[in-house]
């Protein structure tokens, strides 16, 4: 392949920077995986004496994280290389395509990926990072980014090592195998992949396109909320509809949109400003990743949460329940909290208030019927949401202002 041919696979400064119909035709794929997530979650509240023990649930729950962050950085990979090169290239469509597929499989063994389906969620995410990148190491002679993927590669391979002897070990060894692999691909790709004698790669610039990026996350953060939509939903119809539980489906609705109102007043706006304003575009990038990476885990634990409520909106809460009514709204405020200062380099208090009064009222809100509990959380949310609304009445829209 020519040089001028590897320059054609690339996004230029000119190409158009709304997300293309292939990359939301890909996300539906992670509509069902979240959905697998939130599924897993639940079944970390309502398993046997599980359900009783808060301290018990985060150690499954810690499970349950290892399998989300996996699914994570196959679409946050995605979401930037299809940033960097052009998604209306054949090439670079059918790569979608095939991580869209392997992301398919990876979403239909997360429900026995700690056990039975081990193999195939280890094997599945393995194909998808080291197939990807050997792609580009074949396709991109000639150019400097094909170091940056001969870097990576030694990277993936490096951690495809305990992914795929985890697959076969016993729960507590596979588990920290499999922590270890998600440890290595997670420094690697902070670090710029080094190697040593080779050095390691650096995220110039001109290699993030803002606004496609910043409306890629938009487009995971409305994902992620209707994921909750339709959890809720499908609960209802698992049931007897009665008054209790169309009040939780409703405290379910309202939180989801409190949630959207909270993301998107003002810094869910500009994203795309800030990483342009950015003096390092690359490093606000990464930061902004670890930011929705938060809220969209905040939004999930939400909506297991919903889910308990609508299993016995009249019930006793038990802490663990608790611990996921009121604890998903709170990280999500974190990470909201997180992206304010990666858009404003500041945060302003209703978002930290917010998650002090959570963490205030968990305590108190054990034994209460799960309603309740639903309905501090859900009054919280729209305390946050109101100060915003007050804070920004007759002020002109603030600009971004990313730190330095």
């Known amino acids: 392949m020519t040089t001028n041919r590897v320059a054609n696979l690339l996004r230029g400064r000119e190409s158009p920077q709304r997300p293309t119909f292939l990359e939301l035709f890909f996300d539906l794929v992670y509509v069902f995986a979240l959905t697998r997530v939130v599924h897993e979650l639940v079944l970390d509240y309502t398993r046997g004496h599980v359900a009783e023990t808060l301290t018990t649930t985060l150690s499954e729950n810690g499970e349950t994280l290892l399998l989300l962050l996996a699914v994570w950085w196959i679409w946050t990979q995605t979401a930037w290389m299809t940033s960097r090169f052009d998604p209306f290239r054949p090439e670079i469509q059918f790569l979608v395509l095939a991580t869209m597929f392997g992301s398919l499989l990876l979403a239909v063994a997360i429900s026995g990926a700690l056990a039975e389906t081990g193999i195939l969620f280890a094997s599945t995410y393995v194909a998808i990072q080291v197939g990807r990148t050997l792609f580009f190491v074949v396709t991109l002679r000639g150019h400097d980014l094909r170091r940056v993927n001969m870097l990576a590669l030694v990277w993936f391979g490096a951690s495809a090592v305990p992914w795929l002897i985890g697959a076969f070990e016993p729960e507590l060894t596979r588990n920290s195998l499999w922590a270890l692999a998600l440890a290595i691909d997670y420094l690697g790709g902070r670090l710029g992949w080094p190697v040593p004698g080779l050095g390691r790669s ?5 290699a993030v396109a803002g606004e496609h990026l910043a409306e890629r996350y938009w487009q995971l953060v409305i994902v992620a909320l209707g994921e909750t939509i339709l959890t809720s939903g499908s609960s209802l119809l698992r049931g ?43 490093r606000l990038g990464r930061s902004a990743e670890l930011c929705h990476l938060l809220m969209v885990s905040g939004i999930l634990v939400t909506s297991a949460g919903s889910e308990l409520v609508l299993l016995d909106p009249s019930g006793h809460a038990k802490p663990a329940w608790v611990g996921a009514i009121l604890g998903g709204p709170a990280l999500y405020l974190a990470g909201r909290s997180l992206f304010e200062y990666v858009a404003f380099a500041r945060v302003s208090l209703p978002r930290p208030i917010g998650i002090l009064a959570l963490v205030a009222l968990a305590p108190l809100m054990v034994r209460l019927p799960p309603l309740r509990v639903a309905a501090a959380a859900a009054a919280v949310l729209l305390g946050v949401a109101v100060a915003d609304a007050i804070r920004a009445h007759g002020r002109p829209l603030e600009q971004a202002s990313p730190p330095r």
């Not at 650096?202 to 001109?206: A, N, T």
């Not at 869910?268 to 304003?277: D, M, T």
């Open 202 to 206: 650096r995220v110039s610039p001109w």
């Open 240 to 282: 007897p509809i009665v008054h209790e539980r169309i009040l939780a489906l409703t405290l379910s609705f309202l939180t989801t949109v409190l949630l959207w109102r909270i993301y998107f007043y003002r810094a869910g706006q500009i994203l795309g400003e800030a990483v342009v304003a950015s003096v390092d575009p690359g």
